[in-house]
């Protein structure tokens, strides 16, 4: 008998939407070919978040993140991952007019494989959503906690605490699946209102310390690796210990090459 991997099928946009209230959808970040192949076998999607400008390019927030450099992580998770749909962030200040956001969302479609978008909206970028969506972008609405509006809000903050709030976030996501969004991010929201909003919606709602009652569940890797280590919000679980494995093995080359037992004689020419 043949002892071959059957290589995982890549899920096309109404695959990822019929999983919804069936399956669980798996979703992970990456930001470079050799972690998104890795993640290529497990993943359902694999998000090139503009989180990366925090936890790749240790910056304050996403908010300097910009067009070229989340082209270029783009491409490159294409590369590494081709069994896996790919997501792509929109970087803060590349869709804040319609014009703009179909020129930008375009060039992610033209320049690499992405199969979508994401964006952090709000009820005001409905019809930008749909202006989307009309031109052929699939696009997945960001709402809860966005992380673009870091300054704006003086911090990230919980969202549907109140009921005005949880009320807001149902009505849109709502709209948003109303306008064509494929599915719903939502980060940073009480769990009971994630729920409401995935019973009250038909496209798939993925979670992000949103609670276990969504049709799937997004984190980004080197938080769940254990490799960012300036902090680790309350909704994360570290599957590795990534940086303290890479800090020992970096100083067990540093001993090896100080003490000239690297390279030994298996590693010579
Ligand atoms: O940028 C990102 O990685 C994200 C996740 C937090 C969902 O938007």
Redo the contacts with the bound molecule.
Sequence with gaps: MKNEKTQKKKLSINDIKNKKGIEPIIMI?AYDALFAKLFDDYADII?V???LNMSFNMQES?ISADMNTMLYHTKAVCNGAKNTFIMA?MPFGSYTNEKQAIKNAMKFFKQTNTDAV?LEVGMHQVNLVKRLCEEGINVMA?IGLK?QFYKFEGGYKIKGRSEIEAKKLIEEALAFEQVGAFGI?L?GTMSSVASEITKQVHVPVIG?GSGVNVDGQ?L?WSDMLGFFEDFKPKFVKRYLDGADIVRKSVQSYANDVKGKNFPSEEFCY
Aim: no cysteine; proline share 7%; aromatic share 0%.
């Design positions: 970040t998000l978040g503009d989180s996403t962030d994401k960001h992380p991010l980060e992000i997004v980004v």
